[in-house]
């Protein structure tokens, strides 16, 4: 069974999988705020990416935003549908809305994101 998802403060997901490899997505809260996706830059398959490196974009009638890499790894594959079905990102952000799939430089660096309790926080404190 697959690892329960963390969270970055910037409202990026990443859960840890069974094979070592780790699924990034967006929140449904971030979803939420951006209301009205239009247009999504998925991250480039084999590259390196930082922790709290934007490695796509994702675009709304309001605003473009940065989607960040949680942790430092290598981008293995991209959710290449996504950009043609945007809505799958309102309907099921956790699934269907997945975003990239990379592998973990550490996968210990997954402990230093929020957990579910500490993110209902941070987005009850946002939205406020």
Known sequence: MAAPRRYAQSHEWIRLEDDGTATIGISAYAVEAL??????????VGRHVKAGESFGEIESVKAVSDIYAPVSGAVLGVN??????????????????????????????????????????LIAKQSH
């Open 80 to 121: 290449e549908d996504l950009p043609k079905r945007l809505e799958s990102l309102g309907q099921d952000p956790y699934e269907a809305g997945w975003i990239a799939r990379i592998r973990p430089d550490n996968p210990a660096d997954l402990a230093g994101l929020l957990d579910q309790t500490a993110y209902d926080a």
């Open 35 to 44: 209301t009205d996706l239009v247009f999504m830059q998925l991250p480039e």
